[in-house]
Nanobody, 115 residues
Framework: QVQFVESGGGLVQPGGSLRLSCVAS????????MGWYRQAPGKQREVVAS???????NYADSVKGRFTISRDNAKNSVYLQMNSLKPEDTAVYYC?????????WGQGTQVTVSS
């Protein structure tokens, strides 16, 4: 059964950094494009970054130059390095295939950017 488990969130001050991790089970990430998504209160879930099987990456305009997505196929894991965090980055962050597989969303990890 496919499962994604996210970790690494927390409370950080504006300008700070966090590194999110996602461990996948029940599927091999090396065969799939993977993505990080986020959902802020009262807003729809949006894609933040994606990484193809060949490691090409794409980013939402709002995070370009600040966030970096990466993958470790040997560990079946996907990562999101987030730098220069802003209050508007506050959200629950999820990983999933790209595009996301319905019914496979995990619990996510909360990121709060506040002074």
């Amino acid at each position: 059964q496919v499962q994604f488990v996210e970790s690494g969130g927390g409370l950080v001050q504006p300008g700070g950094s966090l590194r999110l991790s996602c461990v996948a089970s029940g599927m091999r990430i090396r065969l799939h494009a993977m993505g990080w998504y986020r959902q802020a209160p009262g807003k729809q879930r949006e894609v933040v970054a994606s990484i193809l099987t060949g490691s090409n990456t794409n980013y939402a305009d709002s995070v370009k130059g600040r966030f970096t997505i990466s993958r470790d196929n040997a560990k079946n894991s996907v990562y999101l390095q987030m730098n220069s965090l802003k209050p508007e980055d506050t959200a629950v962050y999820y990983c999933n295939a790209a595009p996301g597989w319905d019914s496979k969303w995990g619990q996510g990890t909360q990121v709060t950017v506040s002074s």
